[in-house]
């Protein structure tokens, strides 16, 4: 999966994020067992990236919730 920018994420209704945060945690699960399996990550930025991405998610969610 690409990087997905804020602006990105902004444009994206409620249920919309709610099912890209459900697939990067996924996405994350499934990076982290392959770490701990065979040891150092083909892209070990990848792991922050998705990190990153989900923290957005959570911010822009937060603030629409605030805004209610």
Do not use: C, H, W, Y
Request: glycine share 4%; net charge neutral.
């Amino acid at each position: 999966m690409a990087i997905v920018r804020a602006s990105e994420l902004r444009d994206m209704g409620t249920e919309e994020l709610q099912e890209k945060l459900e697939e990067l945690r996924m996405e994350l699960f499934k990076e982290r067992s392959k770490a701990a399996a065979i040891g150092t990550p083909e892209n070990p930025g990848r792991v922050r990236e998705i990190r990153r991405t989900i923290a957005r998610i959570l911010t822009i969610m937060k603030e629409r919730s605030a805004e209610e």
